[in-house]
């Protein structure tokens, strides 16, 4: 079988590599930590020591097939969001051993900057708001500059077993800031792993897809629901104060579509939505 890398073997990247196992491919999956490597070799991976900050230790990556690549901000190492994701994705590209290797790129719908509530397909407008994803995007435009056969995964919001948004808030009955009728859209790991293995199968080159289970919840739904699962007290939704200005996050208001990734990859989502997700992840 084919070999396969995943850069950035985290939350998400752990469950892609699970699923290549499966397929007996040999999986190749980065890390910073000689520790963390010999627990990726006792999950039968290959480790592989390196830094995308250290384009020096970038020259042991593999040859392989295909590129799942699945970054994100470790906030204790002190290093930017702007170096982690531009700068690091710019070493990693210099030093990619097999330029035509599939690349899966896992960005996010944050490059998206829609305040109306109004559906979001990949065709919509990039003008993001907030500062995060003015830098995602910029990943992304140095990703199609540098290699343009690259497939991109905007991913809505990540949940499932070991991460549950506010979750710890919501057990200890701390006020949610905001506007409680705000649409959130999701994706439980588990099925956001399962679309980048099809991606890898199916994508066409150079493609982009939203990951989302397309069924966007207001969040009050969304926290009622979570309380419930947690046993907690329900939620309490406070508004911002008067004279405080809204920050770009709370002006973001859209509803992601994802029915490209359904019929183009053929992707039957394990959790349709989040009251299935949120049932499994407690």
């Not at 944050?110 to 109306?116: D, H, I, K, N, R």
């Not at 559906?119 to 708001?129: G, H, R």
């Not at 506010?166 to 679309?195: F, M, Q, S, T, Y």
């Not at 208001?253 to 994802?258: D, F, P």
Request: charged share 25%; aromatic share 6%.
């Amino acid at each position: 079988m084919a070999d396969k890398l995943i850069v950035g073997c985290g939350y998400l990247g752990r469950r892609i590599a699970a699923l290549w196992c499966a397929q007996n491919h040999r999986v190749f999956a980065t890390t910073r930590s000689a520790t963390r490597a010999v627990e990726w070799r006792a999950r039968g991976l290959q480790p592989v020591l390196c830094d995308v900050l250290d384009p020096g230790s970038l020259r042991t990556l593999p040859r392989v097939e295909s590129i799942a690549y699945c970054i994100g901000l470790d906030r204790s190492a002190g290093d930017s969001m702007h170096r982690v994701y531009v700068d690091g994705l710019d070493n990693v590209l210099a030093a990619v051993p097999h330029p035509d290797a599939r690349f899966l790129y896992v960005s996010s719908t944050s490059v998206y900057g829609q305040t109306e509530g109004e559906d979001v397909d990949e065709s919509a407008t990039t003008a993001p708001q907030e500062e995060s994803g003015k830098i995602v995007l910029e990943a992304e435009q140095l990703l199609r500059s540098r290699l343009p056969s690259a497939v991109v995964l905007r991913f809505a919001g990540i949940y499932g077993s070991g991460r549950l948004m506010r979750g710890e808030a919501i057990k200890a009955g701390d006020p949610i800031i905001g506007d409680a009728d705000k649409w959130l859209n999701l994706i439980h790991v588990e099925d956001g792993a399962a679309v980048v293995v099809a991606a890898d199968k199916l994508a066409a080159p150079g493609s982009t897809y939203n990951v989302s289970d397309g069924e966007p919840v207001r969040r009050r739904v969304f926290y009622t629901k979570l309380a419930e699962v947690l046993g907690a007290p329900l939620p309490r939704f406070v508004p911002l104060a008067r004279g405080a200005g809204v920050t770009p996050h709370e002006r973001g208001q859209r509803r992601i579509v994802s029915r490209r990734m359904r019929e183009e990859l053929g992707v039957t989502l394990r959790y349709q939505n989040y009251e299935a997700g949120l049932d499994s992840s407690v």
